[in-house]
Each structure stands twice: as C-alpha cells, then as structure tokens.
C-alpha cells in the first residue's frame, strides 16, 4: 500500500422512524419473540414507511459525517454508495446522494457488493484518498432491505431491516488511518444469496412477479458457514501481514447478519463479546449500512481511543468477503 494513508474523520448514521418488533412479525409468519432472539439475536429491526427510500436516510448519514469532521459539502470531492436496494436501477444513487447534499465539487458513484458493499467502498474511497487522487471522500452504506424482502418469508422476514451509516475519509496522520485491507470473492456461491430476477438474466415480467422472485432468496446453513470462516481468515489475514495478533484489537466491527455468527467469529479469534461491536438487537441486518452503523454506535459510546487497533469484517451475496485494519486517530 501506499506510505499515504485514509483515515476516518466523521461517521453518521440514519435510519427510519418505523420500529417492527419480533412480536409484529409474530403476527404475519409462524414466529415468535423468542425463536428470533434466540436464533438471532434480533429483537427489532427499523422500517421505511411508504414514500421513503434508500437516498433520503443515505443523506442524513452522509450531512451527519460531515458535519462531525467540520467539513462543508463543498469540500467533498467523492461520493461512494454502497447499497443493493438504489432509490432506482440509474442513475446511480450516489448521484441522487450528491445533489441532495450540494456536494458540488464531488464525483459520485455506487458500489454492489451486498452485505460487504460497504467494505470495498471504503477500500475504494481510501485508495483514492492514498493515491492524492481524492482530499475528501464521504462513503455510505445505505439499504432499504424491507423494499426487497418477502414478509411472508420466515427465514428473511425475521433478520433484515432499514438504515444508513457513512464515514468521511481524509489523508491520516503518519501511522494512522486504514493500514491494510483484503477481499475476496467465491463467485460458486452466487445462488446461495440472491435476488433472481429484475436484472438482464429474468427481466422484470408478470410471471417474475407473481412467483416472487423479486424478493431476496437464501440458502441459511451455507450463508451461515461462508459466514463464520470467512470474517474469521479475513480478519487472520490482515493481522498477520501486519505482525499483529487479535490480542492487538481493541473493536472488530463485524457485518450484522446474526448474533450467533459474531458470537462464533469472536470465540474463534479469542475476542471477548466487549470487543465485538453489536448493534444487531436493535436494527437487524442492514447490509451495507451494518458495519457504519455499528461503527458510528461505537464512537458515541467512547468504544474506540487514539492509537487503537480496530477491524472491520464482512460477508455478503456473490459470495464476497474480507477485512480492514484501521488505527484510529
């Protein structure tokens, strides 16, 4: 990598006012409170009302990390999004983002990598930044997930919800900001998580619709597997090419599929449950909004000091994952 570095200079998050309990889903599929806590860790998840879409929450996380840097608009000069639910197929939503937040000077783009979107855009957003390419990147990860998933589908129904987190990257202090990043992709595992159809592959069409293949389709035991062992080396790699061990960090920041992932991500890295940030009982499975969601959580809880080591850590649809290594400053 580059002796330039990217670090995080505001984070934000948004999410909808609407809460949907265990016990409102409780009412439209065969569930309760206690199976979804218990298999899940998920006691309520935020939810759009009609009218509202991914962009609007996208930009109060990205007004909310400027604002926290002390920024303007006008300084940005990119703007990442990393969602699977766009306000529409195009433009982009990153362009919708940087209009809305007069970000006049900025080039705007979206990332896909599902419930690791947010990751690679970070990575992207960094690079920029380390290249001098770009000053001043704003990243969001933003989804809707009530938008493309099938209520009546026990095994989705009970684990996504809505919300948005961002960051603002600037070029760090010498030894600070992201170190080191890794990703990878297992492309074989491209039928376990999906949507089928909408895209070029089964086109939008009557038939697609009333067999409900619109909706996000999962194979659970195998998404939970890839899950589990992938954050885990993701998080191995990028230690060990540092000379560090999980004993060096202070926070890893998971993506929020399910409480007993982290729980199983932690055990085998030897992290105590303090140091493995969660925000999952109270927003569910963001996709790309969990990891700044959670990040943001951790920082107003005073989580993170000056000189800490922290990690971030995904999975996602395709199958995509990997990791980041952050000091924080």
Same mark, same amino acid.
């Given at each position: 990598?580059?002796n330039?570095?990217a670090?995080?200079l505001?984070t934000?998050?948004s999410y909808?006012?609407?809460?949907?309990?265990?016990d409102?889903?409780?009412?439209l599929?065969?569930t309760?409170?206690e199976?979804?806590?218990?298999?899940t860790?998920? #006691?309520?998840?935020?939810k759009?009302a009609?009218?509202?879409?991914?962009?609007m929450?996208?930009?109060?996380?990205?007004?909310?990390a400027?604002e926290?840097a002390?920024l303007?608009?006008s300084d940005?000069?990119?703007?990442?999004?990393?969602?699977v639910?766009?306000?529409?197929?195009?433009?982009s939503?990153?362009?919708?983002?940087q209009?809305?937040?007069?970000?006049?000077?900025?080039a705007?783009?979206d990332v896909v990598?599902?419930?690791?979107?947010?990751?690679?855009?970070l990575t992207?957003g960094?690079?920029?930044v380390?290249s001098?390419?770009?000053?001043?990147?704003?990243?969001?990860?933003?989804?809707?997930?009530s938008?493309?998933?099938d209520?009546l589908?026990?095994t989705t129904?009970v684990?996504f919800?809505?919300g948005?987190?961002?960051v603002l990257?600037?070029?760090?202090?010498?030894?600070?900001g992201?170190?080191d990043f890794?990703?990878r992709?297992?492309?074989?595992?491209r039928?376990?998580?999906?949507?089928?159809?909408?895209?070029?592959?089964?086109?939008?069409?009557?038939e697609?619709?009333?067999?409900?293949?619109?909706?996000?389709?999962?194979?659970?035991?195998?998404?939970? #597997?890839?899950a589990?062992s992938?954050?885990?080396?993701?998080?191995q790699v990028?230690?060990?090419?540092?000379?560090l061990?999980?004993?060096?960090?202070a926070?890893?920041?998971?993506?929020?599929?399910?409480?007993?992932?982290?729980?199983?991500v932690?055990e085998?890295?030897?992290?105590?449950?303090?140091?493995v940030a969660?925000?999952?009982?109270?927003?569910?499975?963001?996709?790309?909004?969990?990891?700044?969601l959670?990040?943001d959580?951790?920082?107003? #809880?005073?989580?993170?000091?000056r000189g800490?080591l922290m990690?971030?850590a995904?999975?996602?649809?395709?199958?995509?994952a990997?990791?980041?290594?952050?000091?924080w400053?």
């Amino acid at each position: 990598m580059s002796n330039q570095r990217a670090g995080i200079l505001g984070t934000g998050h948004s999410y909808p006012e609407g809460i949907l309990t265990n016990d409102d889903l409780a009412k439209l599929v065969e569930t309760s409170d206690e199976w979804i806590t218990t298999r899940t860790g998920i #006691k309520q998840r935020r939810k759009a009302a009609p009218g509202e879409y991914t962009s609007m929450f996208a930009v109060r996380a990205g007004r909310q990390a400027i604002e926290r840097a002390r920024l303007d608009p006008s300084d940005i000069d990119l703007l990442i999004c990393a969602t699977v639910t766009p306000d529409q197929i195009l433009p982009s939503t990153g362009c919708i983002i940087q209009a809305e937040l007069a970000c006049n000077n900025a080039a705007a783009m979206d990332v896909v990598a599902a419930c690791s979107g947010f990751l690679y855009a970070l990575t992207t957003g960094a690079q920029m930044v380390a290249s001098g390419a770009h000053q001043r990147v704003v990243v969001v990860g933003a989804d809707l997930m009530s938008s493309i998933i099938d209520p009546l589908d026990r095994t989705t129904a009970v684990l996504f919800g809505d919300g948005a987190g961002a960051v603002l990257l600037e070029r760090a202090e010498p030894n600070f900001g992201i170190l080191d990043f890794y990703h990878r992709v297992d492309g074989s595992g491209r039928n376990d998580l999906l949507m089928p159809a909408g895209g070029s592959l089964n086109p939008p069409s009557l038939e697609t619709v009333t067999t409900r293949q619109h909706f996000l389709k999962q194979n659970g035991k195998v998404v939970f #597997k890839f899950a589990v062992s992938q954050m885990v080396e993701s998080v191995q790699v990028v230690l060990q090419r540092n000379g560090l061990t999980p004993a060096d960090v202070a926070l890893l920041v998971p993506h929020q599929a399910n409480q007993r992932i982290l729980d199983a991500v932690g055990e085998r890295l030897g992290l105590s449950s303090e140091r493995v940030a969660s925000v999952l009982a109270c927003y569910g499975n963001t996709t790309g909004a969990t990891l700044p969601l959670a990040l943001d959580a951790a920082v107003r #809880k005073g989580k993170l000091k000056r000189g800490d080591l922290m990690v971030f850590a995904a999975v996602g649809a395709g199958f995509t994952a990997g990791a980041t290594l952050v000091r924080w400053a």
